[in-house]
């Protein structure tokens, strides 16, 4: 029989953490389940919701908000001796034929990590569907757009670049030599991934394996964690891991603006042969997501979000980022 412990970080989002653990109700019975209120208690309904549904809990109120890196360190360090852990956010929930397509792969010996897409639930605001659509796009998310759109129709070998900590089982055994981040306030989990591949685990990734997750509904919202992106992304490129070339391209973008103080008109064919790229695309995702109303600001944030990420990366590069004690 397989064992799993669900393992969910959550800080004052009851409303959308109700719909996550209602949906975990596919799960074996036995499945344990790890729920971090990160620095705050938790809202009782949920607790009473909890103890009601699911026969093994353990509910972890901190005293002060942990790094994410930190929070999931102390579930895992909390968790019992399950074969599984299954990473999942707070404002995500699966999909209704999740266990049948996880229980597929989770028992066969040669996976180690599996993982799938994060699709855009129906019920989202119209700012939040054009975030979910600009995500899923290679022009404005480069290699990790397969995080946020299915790509392919089979199981197939991941990096760190398919998988994401909201959509994420790891057979418990890994973390006997690796743990997250606690300096990280973002991406921890793409630096985990990392190590686990130079370690040669079996990681995997399959397109049915979804799950529904809530975006952030304000612009400034979306910027500051795309900054934070950035700059993670560019410390974790300090630590020597293998990483794609293409984590460098937001960043010359950025310093491409420069080049208008040089040469204007080179710079100003640039910029309508991007925009011109970018509208296409724009209208195309949002045709493809059923969502085309959302063109407009798709392409503005196609455009926001890059620019963002690599300030965000080049400030990585200037800055320093103490380390975890």
Same mark, same amino acid.
């Given at each position: ?53 699911? !026969? ?11 790094? /994410? ?17 299954? &990473?999942?956010? %707070? %404002? ?24 799938? /897409? ?19 796009? /290679? ?5 990790? &757009?397969?995080?946020?759109? /299915? ?44 190590? $686990?591949?130079?370690?040669? $685990? ?15 509904? !304000?612009? !400034? ?24 070339? !293409? ?5 010359? $973008? ?8 040089? %040469? &204007?008109?080179? $710079? ?58």
């Amino acid at each position: 029989m397989i064992s799993v412990s669900v393992i969910i970080i959550t800080q004052a989002r009851a409303e959308l953490l109700m719909k996550c653990l209602s949906s975990l109700l596919q799960l074996p019975k036995e499945s344990e389940l790890i729920l971090v209120s990160n620095g705050e208690a938790i809202d009782e309904k949920i607790r009473e919701y909890v103890e009601q549904s699911f !026969s093994k809990t353990k509910i972890i109120e901190t005293q002060e908000v942990l790094s /994410p890196g930190e929070a999931r360190n102390l579930a895992i360090k909390e968790s019992s001796d399950s074969e599984w852990l299954l &990473f999942l956010d %707070d %404002d995500a929930y699966l999909s209704p034929s999740y266990w049948e397509v996880a229980q597929r792969y989770i028992t066969q010996k040669e996976t180690d990590v599996l993982g799938g /897409p994060d699709m855009a639930p129906s019920d989202m605001g119209y700012f939040s569907k054009a975030v979910a659509t600009v995500l899923t796009s /290679p022009f404005c998310t480069g290699l990790t &757009f397969s995080r946020h759109f /299915p790509l392919g129709k089979k199981i197939q070998f991941a990096s760190e670049e398919n998988l994401t900590s909201a959509n994420l089982w790891v057979r418990k055994k890994l973390f006997e030599s690796v743990e997250f981040p606690t300096h990280y306030k973002r991406g921890e989990e793409s630096l985990v991934l990392a190590k $686990f591949a130079e370690m040669g $685990f079996g990681m995997f990734y399959h397109p049915k394996l979804r799950i529904y997750h809530y975006r952030r509904n !304000s612009l !400034s919202a979306v910027l500051k964690i795309n900054f934070k992106g950035g700059y993670y992304r560019s410390q974790m490129m300090k630590e020597k891991i293998d990483l794609s070339w !293409s984590y460098y391209l937001p960043s010359a $973008f950025v310093l491409l603006h420069f080049s208008a103080f040089y %040469d &204007f008109k080179t $710079f100003l064919e640039l910029v309508i042969i991007y925009l011109s790229l970018i509208a296409c695309i724009s209208l195309g995702i949002s045709q493809r997501q059923g969502n085309f109303a959302a063109a407009p600001v798709v392409f503005i944030l196609h455009y926001l979000i890059v620019v963002t990420y690599g300030l965000g990366f080049l400030w990585g590069r200037l800055h320093k980022l103490p380390k975890s004690s």
